[in-house]
């Protein structure tokens, strides 16, 4: 079965920056696009970057763009997510996600597998 487990995250000072990663198993990894979201205590989830299957195209929240980076390894299986310059508003769980159609997409409700997810925590 398909599993995405992500790693990396934990608590940093404002300004700093972490950088998350998402191993995927049982898929064909290099046939999927792959996205990361994010949800806050008390807040609907959204949506952070999406890579397509070669990662020629990336595609970036307003809130985080020029901040995060999304990349992906497919050889490795393996998605990731530098993220710089991190804000208390960046807080939060992050998943990492796939589905079933071989395009990306910027809405969760079209992701058909995710992982269990991340805390990233931002002091200031």
């Known amino acids: 079965q398909v599993q995405l487990v992500e790693s990396g995250g934990g608590s940093v000072q404002a300004g700093g920056s972490l950088r998350l990663s998402c191993a995927a198993s049982?898929?064909?990894?290099?046939?999927?696009?792959m996205g990361w979201f994010r949800q806050a205590p008390g807040k609907e989830r959204e949506f952070v970057a999406a890579i397509t299957r070669s990662g020629g195209l990336t595609y970036y929240a307003a809130s985080v763009k020029g901040r995060f980076t999304i990349s992906r390894d497919n050889a490795e299986n393996t998605v990731y997510l530098q993220m710089n310059s991190l804000r208390p508003e960046d807080t939060a769980v992050y998943y990492c996600a796939t589905r079933r159609g071989v395009y990306h997409s910027i809405q969760g409700n079209d992701y058909d597998y995710w992982g269990q997810g991340t805390q990233v925590t931002v002091s200031s």
């Open positions: 049982g898929l064909a990894f290099s046939n999927k696009a």
